[in-house]
Structures are given as structure tokens and as C-alpha cells.
């Protein structure tokens, strides 16, 4: 059974690929009792990412924590079925179109008729309203039209896309934090579920931060900037001597002044192109010269050495290999090996953030499709075998595989 902060609440993931699954996957961190209900050929995620010996890699993480039912709720039947886990859910994650809940008789009047106080998060492309609300999407369309692509690249390249799901992850996140907020206005006193309404694109927008009161206020439209930072100067990528790459940031002027020092450039703290941070970003190009010079004569091992030692900012630029073995995210377990039963062992990232009392733990994997179907209906409805028998006779619950009781690592 699940443990943690969250071991009182009830979660059925109804949807498929990335970010509300993702909002599932951070509430079963923290030991909500998620139940992924999945068609019961299999969730589309499956199928993304790479495989080893024929088991989908990336559902082994953002399956996590989960248990899996395989239900058609194209049927209706299935549609019945999932009513009737409603009765005990305390929240309901989906992404389908908006619409299409309620094609099936499973829209939100329909769940709270049977369970008032149940929380829904509905993700979509576009949210439940506006004139794009019925339009497909996927976070790809998100990145575009946030502004944030039009922003990220080369000056003289193109817009460029994250090469990772990034407007579903920090949906993802948004909407596990929109979840709780619903349930701690629940709990104060109103007893009552409410419906959470989503859109791709709207967490992208808050994160991009500036750009906006600037157009608004100034009329300035952002641009591609590289990795410079248009509200702090130096704050660049530098290769040095061996070839590598760090990231150095000047965001506080004491900061500045220790780097100044470190290439032994003093005399740059009071140059009237640099001595502040708005007269550093109109003379950027200068200023990250200097540095740029000093870093090319300089291994990456001096580099590092001579910043972190003057307290400047600086940090390698790492591989995902360079990750798995700094001893600083091995100290803090930020990746963490976890039993499986089907690739025996697996490291993935770990629970994020870390709470003192009341840590997240990764208690399994993603399992296999329909694995824990007997169980939840026993739990959850209190069905019985013979009962449960004849739902998987009359297809309308998968098959499933037999459950395993492996436990990850603890954080």
C-alpha cells in the first residue's frame, strides 16, 4: 500500500502521452494511490522513447507509482466501469479533446452526480473554451505559440523547439500543484470537487516571465539571444582550452566583481561600459570577450578551480552520462536505482522536492498494462473474483499480467 502525505487520496489517470500523466506520476511521488486506466491494448506512451528487450523505457518513469487497469472506454460498459471508480476517486486526470468526455457520457456532470467532491484536471491544447479550444495539439504547439520558440535559438537561425516534452513536464507540474490547491479548498470546509481546466500553453506563458509586461509596458519585442540572458550581463557558454564547455552568470554585481578578479581583470569593475549590470548588457558583446580570451587559454579543471574558489558562478557543461556520476547528485540520490520486474534494475530520477518528515518515495516502476486490474476493483469497488472474472470475459476489462510487490529504492 502506498505510503507518504498523499496516501488519503485517490487518483485515476485516465489520460495518455505526457502531461497530465505527468501530474499523476508527481501526486503518486508523495503516496497518492494513482490508478492508470488504460486501454487495454496499452497506453500510447508506451510506445514512445526507446526499448530494451521489447519494455518501453520512458513509461518505466512517468508510469511510476502507478497501478494499471486496462478498460475500453469506448464501450459502454467501460464507460460504467470508470462511473463506478468515480464513486471513490478524489481526483480524475484527463487529456482527451474537450468534448470528447462527454461524447462518451463521462463528462464531469456525470462524475459529480455520482461523486461530488471529486477534483478533475482536464489537459488540453487549448483549454475547454476559446476559439481554439476544439483544435488538436500537442506541447510542440505549445512552445510555438507561447513565445517561447520565437525566443530560443541563434539570432541568425530559426526558431528553435525544445528537443525534450518541456511545455508537458511543467504542465505537468502546474497542474499536480492545481490539483492540491482544489483538494486543500476541499478539506477547509466546502467538501466539494471542482473541475480544473488546463491549457498546454498557459504554464509556458507564466515561466517566460519578462517578455511580456516588457511588450507591454515598452513595446519591445523579444529575440533570440543565444544563451545570453537579457536581464544580466556576462551570462554566456564559454569553451576552454581541452574543449569542453561551462556556463558562467554574473547576475549579482559581487558575483561580477569575484569574476573580474579570477581573469584578473579588476580594472573592468570600474570601466563605465561595465560597471553596471545595464551598462553590461549594452556592451555585451565586449564584456564576454574578456572572458571569453581568459577561458580559452584555461583547461576546464583551472577554470572551475579559480571561479569556485573566489565564490564566482560557474558550472561544466554536463552529458547525461557527466550527471549520473557527479558525486554532489550521487550525495543528494538524485538519480536512484529502483527493482523491476521486468529490466531488474533501472536508475531513473528521483522525487523531487525533498520534504523532511514526509519524503516521496519511488515504490515501483511503470508496470506492465492491466497488471493491477484485480486488485483495485477489490479495493477500490470490492468486487469479487467471480465478478471480476466476468468483466475480463465480456472484454471489458483487459486481461492484465500478474502484479508484482517490487519496491524501489527510497530516496
Given at each position: ?9 485517490r ?78 476517486a ?11 468526455l ?15 467532491a ?77 473541475r480544473?481546466?488546463?491549457a498546454?500553453?498557459?504554464p ?40 569542453t ?5 554574473c ?5 561580477f ?106 515504490r ?48
Amino acid at each position: 500500500m502506498a505510503v507518504g502525505p498523499l496516501s488519503d487520496v485517490r487518483v485515476l489517470d485516465i489520460a495518455s502521452f505526457m502531461a497530465a500523466p505527468m501530474a499523476a506520476m508527481w501526486l503518486g511521488d508523495f503516496g497518492a494511490d494513482v490508478v492508470k486506466v488504460e486501454h487495454p491494448n496499452g497506453d500510447p506512451i508506451r510506445s514512445w522513447g526507446n526499448a530494451k528487450n521489447g519494455v518501453p523505457l520512458f513509461w518505466k518513469m512517468v508510469g511510476r507509482n502507478k497501478r494499471s487497469i486496462g478498460i475500453d472506454l469506448h464501450e459502454a460498459a467501460g464507460q460504467a466501469l470508470l462511473l463506478d471508480l468515480c464513486t471513490t476517486a478524489d481526483v480524475v486526470v484527463e487529456n482527451f479533446r474537450p468534448g470528447t468526455l462527454e461524447r462518451w457520457n463521462l463528462g464531469y456532470d456525470r462524475m459529480r452526480e455520482r461523486n461530488p467532491a471529486l477534483v478533475l484536471l482536464s489537459v488540453s491544447a487549448f483549454g475547454q473554451t476559446g476559439p481554439y479550444s476544439s483544435r488538436a495539439g500537442f506541447g510542440t504547439l505549445a512552445e510555438a505559440m507561447s513565445g517561447y520558440a520565437d525566443i530560443t535559438g541563434q539570432l541568425d537561425g530559426p526558431p528553435t523547439l525544445p528537443s525534450f516534452a518541456l511545455a508537458d513536464s511543467i504542465t505537468g507540474l502546474c497542474g499536480a500543484y492545481a490539483v492540491m490547491v482544489a483538494l486543500h479548498e476541499r478539506a477547509l470546509g466546502s467538501g466539494e470537487g471542482q473541475r480544473i481546466d488546463l491549457a498546454l500553453y498557459e504554464p509556458l506563458l507564466t515561466v517566460l516571465s519578462h517578455i511580456f509586461v516588457d511588450y507591454d509596458q515598452l513595446g519591445l519585442i523579444a529575440e533570440r539571444l543565444g544563451s545570453r540572458l537579457p536581464l544580466a550581463a556576462p551570462r554566456n557558454v564559454f569553451r576552454t582550452l581541452d574543449e569542453t564547455w561551462v556556463a558562467m552568470s554574473c547576475s549579482a554585481q559581487s558575483v561580477f566583481e569575484r569574476a573580474c578578479a579570477v581573469i584578473g581583470r579588476e580594472d573592468l569593475i570600474q570601466d563605465e561600459r561595465f560597471v553596471t549590470n545595464r551598462s553590461r548588457i549594452e556592451n555585451v558583446d565586449q564584456i564576454e570577450r574578456y572572458f571569453a580570451e581568459w577561458i580559452g587559454q584555461k583547461t576546464e579543471e583551472e577554470v572551475l578551480r579559480q571561479f569556485t574558489d573566489a565564490g564566482a558562478a560557474i558550472a561544466p557543461v554536463y552529458t547525461v552520462a557527466d550527471v549520473f556520476k557527479d558525486p554532489h547528485f550521487q550525495a543528494r540520490e538524485n538519480i536512484v536505482a529502483v527493482e523491476d520486474a521486468e529490466l531488474g534494475t533501472i536508475r531513473m530520477q528521483n522525487v523531487t522536492p525533498k520534504l523532511s518528515r514526509t519524503p516521496g518515495e519511488i515504490r515501483h516502476a511503470g508496470p506492465r498494462n492491466g497488471e493491477h486490474a484485480e486488485e483495485v476493483l477489490r479495493e477500490w469497488l470490492g468486487l469479487a473474483p467471480e465478478a471480476i472474472q466476468r468483466l475480463r470475459s465480456a472484454g471489458v476489462i483487459g486481461a492484465g499480467e500478474p502484479a508484482t510487490s517490487v519496491r524501489g529504492a527510497a530516496p
